[in-house]
């Protein structure tokens, strides 16, 4: 695999799993190929309350020491009751507090695969952005076809949180209304997929100060890797389709990127 279009320019990889059972065979090599790519940091999504990923996280720390970590229960997660959920917070707090996270998440609601009974899904959704709320953290928020109840919760839990729409496929009219309650927007390789003409649309309309980019590999390869496992060298694509829908310079907007994650991410780069 090749080292991406841009093997000078700094990038950041704002959503990843990299500490995945998927890495744990080569996670040098990755790691390696995402630094020779110009990958300066990432954001590293822990499942909470996920011991053996928790466990690999120190080894991401160690190999690439400017990984920053988020933390939160993903609606995949939620569970079939809401019975256990004030000692599922508290893990979660916990959690928060040892990595230590510059992030609460990922964190939402998916109607597209409903692997929770949505009423709980919404009930792990609210107590987290009340946990958000209490730390100051940043949310990174999934969404999949649950974009109303995403923005009911979020008016009535969400007062002053900071909140990325990370690997945003919706419409125009929903990135529209996302921005206007000032929340960011972060694409994902979907972007570069011939089909994605509404999505293009939208890459090149959100104003540069809300805008990311990430891999969130290992899912999600950009054109053109798509099928195989993604990586975090490969954001180098993502962030080239961007440049390109917006008549920005690769340079320029790698900088923006990286001036917005450092903004919303537990600030300045060392
Ligand atoms: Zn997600
Ligand atoms: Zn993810």
Known sequence: MGVGPHEHEVMIDSHCH???????????DVVGRARGAGVRSALVILSAGDAAEAGRAGRVRE????????????PHHAGTTTDDLDARIADLE??????PAVA???????????????AVQQEVFRRQLRVARERRLPVVLHTREAADDTFGILAEEGEGLRVVFHCFTGTMA??????????WLSFAGIVTFPKATELRDVAAMVPADRLLAETDAPYLAPVP??????????????????????????TDLSARITSNYETLFGGPLP
């Open 18 to 28: 990299l500490a995945g059972a998927e890495f744990e065979s080569d996670l040098p």
């Open 104 to 118: 609460l998440g990922e964190i939402g609601l998916d109607y597209h695969y409903d692997f929770a009974p949505r």
């Open 94 to 99: 916990r959690e928060l507090t040892t990595q």
């Open 174 to 183: 929903m990135a529209r209304r996302a921005l206007a309650e000032g929340a």
């Open 225 to 250: 890797h798509r099928g195989r496992r993604n990586e975090p060298a490969l954001v180098a694509h993502v962030v080239s389709t961007l440049a390109g829908l917006r008549s920005a310079s690769v």
């Open 63 to 74: 190999l690439w020491p400017e990984v920053r970590f988020s933390v939160g229960i993903h």
